[in-house]
T-cell receptor, first 111, second 114 residues
């Protein structure tokens, strides 16, 4: 079963509001990746975080990797309709070269 | 960026028949390819990991005799769903890496078993 918890499962926001999704692993990860999947599409790689405490930004998206390398977050500032989709985290465990996926958080913009 | 193709994009087959899905990395050599299954509105479920020239590593609960994976070259992996049944109907997605951890996904194959 999955060992990376991702919450929330869904988040409804008004356009312009912020959005955050969190991933927590039961074990230390060597790195963590984030993907976005648009409705009807396939996952697209967004970013990879490797270092403890790392923070990376891509325009309105901010990615963080926890100090213990067990948790990560993705924050979107001032959401736009183009942000709609499901955001997945995926963590690598070097111990057995295994990639573990979160369940995804679906971002929904309220009409 | 790196491109991964999948063929076919959609397939409908009768119960009991076998279906082969191809995954190709078009402009890079993929050291590792992954096969996923995705049910509607759900997360990706990793089925197996395959490295070129070696046997695939299947995730717990995935029947290796039912989902045959072959990774014959650095640009091609195939997934064969043997003796397909309606419960095998799903969206199958492959991804490939060059060894840098970043995965490049194919567009997926929609399998419908009637």
């Amino acid at each position: 079963g999955q060992q990376v918890m991702q919450i929330p499962q869904y988040q409804h926001v008004q356009e312009g509001e912020d959005f955050t999704t969190y991933c927590n692993s039961s074990t230390t990860l060597s790195n963590i990746q984030w993907y976005k999947q648009r409705p009807g599409g396939h996952p697209v790689f967004l970013i990879q975080l490797v270092k403890s405490g790392e923070v990376k930004k891509q325009k309105r998206l901010t990615f963080q990797f926890g100090e213990a390398k067990k948790n990560s977050s993705l924050h979107i500032t001032a959401t736009q309709t183009t942000d709609v989709g499901t955001y997945f985290c995926a963590g690598w465990r070097d111990s057995n070269y295994q990639l573990i996926w979160g369940a995804g958080t679906k971002l929904i913009i309220k009409p | 960026g790196a491109v991964v193709s999948q063929h076919p994009s959609r397939v409908i087959c009768k119960s009991g028949t076998s279906v082969k899905i191809e995954c190709r990395s078009l402009d890079f050599q993929a050291t590792t390819m992954f096969w996923y299954r995705q049910f509607p509105k759900q997360s990706l479920m990793l089925m197996a990991t395959s490295n070129e020239g070696s046997k695939a590593t299947y995730e717990q609960g995935v029947e290796k005799d039912k989902f045959l994976i072959n990774h014959a070259s650095l640009t091609l992996s195939t997934l064969t769903v043997t003796s397909a049944h309606p419960e095998d109907s799903s969206f199958y997605i492959c991804s490939a890496t060059q060894g840098t951890y970043e995965q490049y996904f194919g567009p997926g194959t929609r399998l419908t078993v009637t």
